[in-house]
């Protein structure tokens, strides 16, 4: 069964830093795109940044500048790293992949989501 589990979140004075950490587990083949999301409290939840599977990223216009999204192909592994970060972005931040399940001789595509870590930014 296929996972995606969470780190680095945590509470942050404004104009500091952070790196999320999103590793996938399970019976993996291949991995897609992989995202970031955030849902502030009685917000919805927004695309922050993310990864295609090639290379390519894309980034809200709220965190261009600050945020840099990456992966590890060969950890499974998804980071954020979140700069000058602001008391706007205090949410709980999620992620997700498109992934292909299985084994060589059969296997499917899903999407999947992590429970989430919470970032707080206050002084």
């Known amino acids: 069964q296929v996972q995606l589990k969470e780190s680095g979140g945590g509470l942050v004075q404004p104009g500091g830093s952070l790196r999320l950490s999103c590793e996938a587990s399970?019976?993996?083949?291949?991995?897609?795109?992989m995202s970031w999301y955030r849902q502030a409290p009685g917000k919805e939840r927004v695309l922050v940044a993310a990864?295609?599977?090639?290379?390519?990223?894309t980034y809200a216009d709220a965190v261009k500048g600050r945020f840099a999204v990456s992966r590890d192909k060969a950890k499974n592994t998804l980071y954020l790293e979140m700069n000058n970060l602001k008391p706007e972005d205090t949410a709980v931040y999620l992620c997700t992949a498109f992934i292909q399940e299985g084994t060589r001789a059969w296997s499917k595509w899903n999407d999947y989501w992590g429970q989430g870590t919470q970032v707080t930014v206050s002084s």
């Open positions: 990864s295609g599977v090639y290379g390519s990223t």
């Open positions: 399970g019976s993996i083949v291949s991995i897609a795109d």
